[in-house]
């Protein structure tokens, strides 16, 4: 049998605070993509209600306050949706962007 002569714990100790950056690094690169799909979401929501302004009021139903709010609340979980599932490609555009300011990964 072989004895192992050098001790390990030097180099995994070392490699601990490369791990702590690199994990700090992805959380900020999760980070800064989560706000850039959390501002598409934002602009998506801003379109809808400008396309709303367009639509001729029918008259069918009453347009009150609640629907109103309600109508506000749906376009922005719909808006949050796109911007994580399907994306207009803003999000990414922004991402690589701003990704050169992250910390690099080491």
Same mark, same amino acid.
């Given at each position: 049998m072989m004895k192992l002569a050098m001790?390990?714990?030097?180099? @995994?100790?070392?490699?601990?605070?490369?791990?702590e950056a690199n994990d700090a690094a992805g959380r900020?690169?999760?980070?800064? *993509?989560?706000s850039c799909q959390d501002?598409?979401? @934002?602009?998506?929501?801003q379109v809808f209600k400008a396309m709303r302004k367009n639509i001729p009021d029918s008259g069918l139903f009453? *347009?009150?306050t609640a629907h109103e709010i309600y109508q506000d609340m749906m376009d922005a979980e719909v808006a949050e949706e796109i911007a994580r599932q399907q994306s207009l490609g803003l999000?990414?555009?922004?991402?690589r962007q701003m990704e050169k300011?992250?910390?690099?990964k080491k």
């Open positions: 001790d390990p714990r030097p180099v @995994i100790l070392q490699a601990e605070p490369n791990r900020e690169a999760r980070s800064l *993509r989560r501002f598409e979401a @934002i602009f998506i929501q009453e *347009r009150d999000a990414e555009q922004m991402y300011f992250l910390p690099s």
